[in-house]
């Protein structure tokens, strides 16, 4: 069975999404398409089923950033979407609210669909926006020291003959980047039990290295991750909007602040403080 031309086939409605539909896209921007296809009989009474197809084109270069090629575009089984836009999942329900030009397929049924749109935002909203805009201020606030003493330890670390040692035996070797307290070995903003392996240690360290992502640049230049702020802010001020008027207007009427902060014109001071 042929997922991706299945989805294709039958799509009801393939939108632009990210920069573009809000409005903050620039001339380096990448392409983000997202939409809802209708399940062939075999996906609804079959043993098979499908919730989401990656029709994406994959094309980074050697840091991970996608190249001026790369596609991003996923269409969702019509169930699945709906079941996350009566969620107020913020990803989806702002898809609802799509403006004309930014629609590249729409047929009957993908009209039907949002015309449905005012019916999906309920209270529960708020909780879903804030969720999802914290998640992306924690990983906003890894700031380029912490940053540095994490990639420097890690790189220390997995290399390290006796993985099985304890962290706090260590302490001897005076690494600039491991801080010994009274309780904790401190990597950055990691603190660490004294008491678990080199091992471990590097396995937590690179759980919070991969919140960074592909983004070190960033970081390195604004001293932290502006595109984590910018989605921070505009996830706040879409679900403002959103429980206020009943939709979102598209493109945003706030997506210069959006686009300011991506661009690192505000500080992680400022960005907090808002």
């Known amino acids: 069975m042929n997922l991706s ?7 009801i409605l393939e939108i632009r999404v990210g920069s573009h539909l809000y409005g903050t896209n620039t001339p380096s921007s990448d392409l983000d398409y997202a939409g809802v296809f209708l399940p062939i009989k ?6 098979q089923k499908v919730e989401e197809v990656d029709l994406s084109i994959k ?22 979407f709906v079941k996350l836009a009566m969620e107020n999942n913020p990803n989806i329900i702002e898809q609802l609210f799509v403006n004309a030009p930014n629609i590249v397929y729409i047929n009957d049924a993908g009209r039907a669909l949002l015309a449905q749109r005012h019916k ?36 220390y670390l997995k290399d390290y003959p006796e993985q099985k040692e304890l962290l706090i035996e260590l302490r001897d070797k005076r690494l600039p980047f491991i801080k010994f307290t009274r309780d904790y ?6 603190n660490l039990q004294k008491g678990i392996y080199v091992k471990k ?3 937590m360290i690179e759980e919070r290295l991969s919140k960074v992502g592909n983004r070190k640049s960033l970081i390195t230049k604004y001293g932290f991750d502006t595109k984590f702020a910018s989605n921070l802010i505009r996830l706040l001020l879409e679900g403002k909007e959103l429980i206020s008027d ?24 400022e960005v907090l403080d808002y």
């Open 5 to 11: 031309k299945i989805a294709d086939d039958n799509k």
């Open 42 to 47: 075999e996906l609804v009474f079959g043993f």
């Open 59 to 80: 094309d980074k270069t050697e840091a991970g950033k996608n190249t001026p090629n790369a596609v991003d575009r996923k269409l969702y089984e019509f169930r699945k």
């Open 120 to 155: 999906f935002p309920h209270l529960g909203l708020v909780q879903k926006f804030k969720g999802y805009a914290f998640s992306q201020k924690h990983k906003m606030v890894i700031r380029s020291d912490n940053f540095h003493e994490l990639d420097n330890a890690f790189n």
């Open 185 to 190: 070995c401190v990597i950055g903003d990691l």
């Open 201 to 203: 240690a590097v396995n």
């Open 246 to 269: 009943g939709e979102i207007k598209f493109p945003l009427s706030y997506k210069d602040t959006v686009l300011a902060i991506k661009q690192g014109q505000w500080t992680i001071k």
